[in-house]
């Protein structure tokens, strides 16, 4: 009865330690997922255009999971085994000091021969990890371009591409279980091969040494119980590699400098409208050429400007500087007079908008898109929105409204849709300073004169900077800036520029050839 009450009370004891080390254990890299993806939000967008987009997923999925696998069971089961470990070896002292020291040297040889294996092992699994993301990145990029690829009927290429990542995982993963095996299998071999040295050293010694036959069957009967946990470690150790590997990469990313931090210090921005200042700024991206150099300009409150140049002139690097996407590497920017670098990004976000070329949605409907710019607007405020930018007839041409969906990065609706998303989604937030990516030469002439339209509304009254890809655009500006090879060679008024018959009149004239074409 008493054993029985014991048993009972060991399996109710055992269950409470499973569930709370599960607990705890998803609690924590629930933690770590967390912290890993808020950290890679906070990379700058340089850094995570330098990133395979699968690589940083596998971060916070595949990678973690390793870890997960090792804390549920192997972690708990090391803990027991080295436990069970020294009281094996502290009773075997008791015994026979003499055969203790042919199963120590047995363990630090095997021990020695581990330490070796485990960085094969470390290295092997590493590559795996590796291998995991460049599939992950193949898959993502099959899937998001499904519509170019059926286009161009690059099917069979596409997925010859797949099919290697994946053949290239699976040789890796091959390899990697090969060598667990081979680990598995020492394990088994070194019990068998100790058994028999505590075996022969304890005839040898013989009656003589004190080694009677019933002190050598208990020595066996330990040695068996001390094998059981090396067994159970050597096949942890396996696990442990997985996840230390998981556990290096996800380092990688944590240990990645914030290269456009939050300042320490920061300092509010001014209540009123908001001018931009370039003072002799410069602008290197890594291992190439000067993206900007010494800029300088003003942009003052509730002014339109529009920015022109050829590709490759420094347009849209300068708009980043603007918004802080990137921080320059030489001179300084500020808006309403305070150094950029040393506004909150709360705050930043808060007054400054920007609306990319290609206007990105959520996997949801128009009302959650929309809502990003200020996510507490009610419907009436959303659809009041719609119809400040004379836009509530497009929205009621959806028979849902608001609540349409709009698919994976909106592509339920055309490009020129998407943009008007984009448009009322800045107008809720209500900025005081507008960058806009004009992105009007991809759609249809109805919605062109829509977006144009909306963009008019969008830009009065506040400051604004529209990177204008279609000249006409910088004909409605207050103000042009022309930049070339990274420089701000010309500025002033459509018709100033135009009589100075400099770089923009060479543009403009391009322009005008070829929409007469």
Do not use: C
């Amino acid at each position: 009865m008493i054993a029985l009450v014991a048993m009972l009370l060991a399996a109710l004891a055992a269950r409470a330690a499973l569930i709370r080390l599960a607990r705890s254990s998803a609690t924590g890299l629930s933690d770590l997922r967390v912290k890993t993806f808020r950290h890679i939000h906070r990379l700058s967008a340089l850094h995570i255009q330098s990133e395979r987009r699968g690589a940083l997923v596998s971060r916070v999925t595949s990678d973690v999971d390793t870890m997960q696998h090792f804390m549920e069971w192997a972690g708990v089961g090391m803990i027991v085994g080295v436990a069970q470990l020294l009281l094996a070896g502290t009773v075997m002292l008791i015994y026979s000091w003499k055969l203790t020291v042919v199963v120590v040297v047995g363990v630090v040889l095997y021990g020695i021969m581990l330490a070796w294996f485990q960085r094969i092992l470390a290295r092997a699994h590493d590559q795996v990890r590796g291998r995991v993301a460049t599939s992950l990145s193949a898959i993502g990029e099959a899937i998001s371009g499904l519509l170019v690829i059926r286009a161009y009927g690059a099917e069979t290429a596409t997925l010859a591409r797949v099919d290697d990542a994946l053949d290239r995982q699976f040789e890796d993963e091959y390899r990697t279980g090969k060598l667990g095996a081979v680990l598995f299998s020492s394990a088994e071999l070194f019990a068998g091969a100790l058994t028999a040295a505590v075996l022969v050293a304890g005839i040898w010694l013989g009656v003589e040494n004190g080694i009677t036959a019933g002190t050598l069957l208990a020595f066996l009967f330990l040695v068996n119980l001390l094998v059981q946990p090396v067994q159970l470690l050597v096949e942890a150790l396996d696990t442990a590699q997985s996840a230390g590997a998981g556990l290096r990469r996800i380092l990688g990313v944590l240990d990645s400098a914030i290269d456009v931090p939050d300042p320490v210090a920061p300092e509010p921005l001014p209540a009123a409208g908001l001018d931009v200042t370039f003072a002799d700024v410069g602008f290197v991206y890594p291992g190439g050429e000067p993206a900007l150099v010494e800029v300088s300009a003003r942009v003052a409150a509730g002014q339109r400007v529009a920015v022109v140049g050829a590709t490759g002139s420094g347009k849209t690097t300068f708009a980043k500087l603007v918004t802080r996407l990137l921080d320059s590497t030489s001179g300084e920017v500020s808006i309403g007079g305070v150094p950029v670098d040393r506004v909150r990004f709360e705050e930043l976000r808060a007054r400054v908008a920007f609306v990319p070329q290609e206007g990105f949605l959520f996997d949801a409907d128009i009302r959650s898109n929309v809502r990003y710019g200020k996510p507490d607007a009610s419907d009436s405020e959303l659809l009041a929105a719609f119809v400040d930018l004379e836009l509530d007839q497009w929205l009621d041409g959806f028979p849902l409204g608001l609540d349409t969906p709009v698919g994976e990065r909106g592509s339920s609706l055309s490009a020129g849709e998407r943009q008007l998303v984009a448009l009322v989604r800045a107008w809720i937030a209500d900025p005081d300073l507008l960058v806009l990516d004009e992105a009007t030469s991809a759609v249809d002439p109805a919605l062109e004169v829509q977006i144009r339209r909306a963009i008019e509304r969008l830009t009065a009254g506040r400051t604004s900077i529209t990177i204008a890809h279609r000249l006409s655009t910088a004909e409605a500006s207050d103000e042009v800036l022309v930049f070339e090879a990274g420089k701000l060679v010309e500025r002033g008024t459509h018709s100033q520029l135009l009589a100075a018959a400099g770089p923009y009149a060479d543009l403009y004239a391009d322009w005008e050839r070829g929409t007469s074409l």
